[in-house]
């Protein structure tokens, strides 16, 4: 049995904040993956038996029966999956997760919550129950969307942190800070203050992660990789700030990370999970 992954942009208000709803069932590739930091918060509902993450500083795997939510994090961290898996989860856009939370993106930052710490245990239980009993992965979807809706909420400051978000997107976090601080007429702290707010991340390190995603997704592991001049071209400083950066995203060094993206396309060509999570098994 492999895996089933069933996709779709979700209908509006909430297209504005999220990328994707998805289904996922079957046997993962390996038991326990490597998911490298990315600008993109995470809300997975569980419907098998529980997961583990070792996330942030951590050196425990934690368990979540009911699923987790997590906002933009900092450096890479561990999924451990139950094989067989069955889950429908959400990929936000950097500013999306906070209108579903009771709390500051922040407190999410590399300290992944449960869905019952975030939406209570009457919401979060009556969710499962719908969706353990739906048809087909897209009534499920359906259930998942209408969720989010009954949390949906204002919050001040999304449309300033939404603009200057999709400003450092659109550049692959080149764009310089200071002058997106003063196209949008506010101070540094201010903006850093509702940035970590929504996104648990200050315009830095966000327009880090997009630098740093944006480059490795670039890197074609089939062909040999000149690390200098890639470093060079996607503005480092030089080679050894680049693998800094490298070890602190992903967990490996470049030339780790390459051999294990060269094992995960030998072992499971064209797998519909290729692409970002790497063997950590």
């Not at 969307?145 to 550049?171: C, D, F, N, Y």
């Amino acid at each position: 049995m492999g895996v089933e992954y069933v996709s779709r942009v979700p209908r509006a208000p909430l297209d504005d904040l999220i990328h994707d709803v998805y289904y996922l069932v079957g046997r993962p590739p390996y038991r326990r993956l490597t998911l490298p930091a990315a600008p993109a918060p995470l809300l997975i509902v569980n419907l098998g038996a529980p997961f583990h993450i070792r996330a942030g500083k951590h050196l425990e795997a934690a368990e979540y029966a009911d699923g987790c939510v997590v906002s933009t994090p900092t450096r890479s961290w561990e999924f451990g999956y139950p094989i067989p898996s069955r889950s429908v989860g959400v990929h936000f856009k950097p500013w999306g997760l906070a209108p579903f939370l009771p709390m500051a993106a922040a407190e999410l930052c590399d300290r992944p919550a449960t869905i019952e710490q975030v939406w209570g245990r009457p919401a979060t239980a009556e969710l499962r129950d719908q969706l353990a009993t739906a048809a087909e992965p897209h009534q499920m979807l359906t259930l998942l969307e209408e969720a989010l809706m009954r949390q949906l909420s204002e919050i001040h400051g999304l449309v300033l942190v939404r603009h200057v978000s999709t400003a450092i997107a659109a550049t692959g976090g080149t764009v310089p800070i200071g002058d997106l601080i003063a196209a949008g007429g506010v101070s540094s702290t201010y903006l850093a203050r509702r940035f970590k707010e929504i996104i648990g991340v200050t315009p830095k390190r966000l327009a880090r992660a997009h630098r740093f995603s944006t480059t490795v997704l670039a890197i074609d592991p089939a062909e040999p990789i000149d690390w200098a001049d890639l470093a060079a071209r996607a503005g480092y400083f030089d080679q050894a700030h680049f693998g800094h950066e490298f070890r602190e995203f992903t967990g490996f060094t470049p030339t780790r990370y390459v051999e294990v993206r060269r094992r995960f396309l030998r072992e499971h060509p064209g797998h519909v999970l290729d692409g970002w999570p790497l063997p950590a098994d």
